[in-house]
């Protein structure tokens, strides 16, 4: 994992894996653990690495990723496409947004055409 924290005045870069994650939240590796600071000064243990959330959606590839807080929460915003048939025969990549846990990796919202 790669955390670049000069990619602009208020945003983090991180990278794991081949996924990139921008965030501008306060990030921390404390222990070898990747943590967030939450508005209430919380902090939440990021247990789902950016390149499993691809693994979790199943998508073929993934546009954007954004480590954000939701609720108390940390969670990744996603943009990117998945195989999906039209009239069950047909296989085309769709446009989805996602929100997944970063906690838990369970899918909060799933958007597709």
Known sequence: MLINKNISKRNIMIKSGEVEVVTSEKVTVTNSKLTMQTSSGSVKEI??????????LGTSSIETTE?????????????????????????VDMKIKAKVDAETGSIISLEKP
């Open 67 to 91: 480590l954000k807080e939701e609720s108390e929460k940390p969670i990744y915003l996603i943009s990117g496409t998945k195989k999906g048939k039209v009239l069950l025969v047909f296989t």
């Open 47 to 56: 247990k789902i690495m950016p390149e499993e959330v691809s693994e979790i």
